[in-house]
């Protein structure tokens, strides 16, 4: 189905019920986006932010699961926090994801390296990346929970509109109204 043709009644009911099924994916992927896009707002800041906590050397300790040793400077997102500590070569700073485990908590670092700005910048990277197959794994499981509940009939134009939302999300351009539109959004 052209993405432009006018949804029938049937995929405006299978869209309502979609979002009601995959609506606390949905609010999470769009919470965790606009996370991101706060970071890439403020990174300048963060960062400055991440040198004066290493130059006070305040933090908690956190242990890697590789044994390596670092201080907690500013937290980044719900589970990852950028770090610091002292090497012979200077400061070095990461970025620390804690992952919960049953067993206690998995701490790994993402990336590292000497230059706050650049191990920002890298991380900000790998999540736009993260989120965009976080996107078509989503819109993945949309597309087999349409087919599963409606057989036999094209549900494109409701998938369509839940990958044109997350693009959106991640990309953080402005909604179109209805009138501005040339298509149909559902």
């Not at 979609?18 to 769009?30: D, G, L, N, P, S």
């Not at 403020?42 to 004066?52: G, I, S």
Request: aromatic content about 6%.
């Amino acid at each position: 189905m052209n993405y432009y043709e006018r949804p029938t009644q049937l995929h405006e009911t299978a869209n309502a019920e979609a979002m009601t099924v995959f609506a606390e994916h949905m609010k999470q992927f769009k919470s965790d986006c606009e996370n991101l896009h706060n970071l890439e707002r403020n990174l300048t800041t963060t960062a400055n932010d991440a040198f004066k906590a290493a130059l006070q050397s305040s933090g908690h300790q956190i242990q890697t699961d590789d044994g390596e040793e670092w201080q907690h400077g500013v937290k980044l997102m719900e589970n990852a926090s950028l770090c610091h500590r002292r090497t012979a070569t200077g400061l070095e700073f990461a970025v620390v994801e804690t992952l919960p485990l049953n067993s206690g908590a998995k701490n790994d670092v993402v990336n590292s390296g000497h230059d706050v700005r650049e191990v920002l910048q890298a991380f900000t990277r790998d999540q736009r990346q993260t989120f965009k197959f976080w996107k078509d794994d989503l819109t993945e499981q949309v597309r087999e929970h349409l087919a599963e509940k409606y057989p036999h009939q094209d549900m494109s134009i409701v998938a369509e509109s839940f990958e044109i939302k997350l693009d959106r999300a991640i990309s953080k351009r402005p909604t179109q109204t209805q009138n501005q539109s040339r298509g149909v959004r559902i």
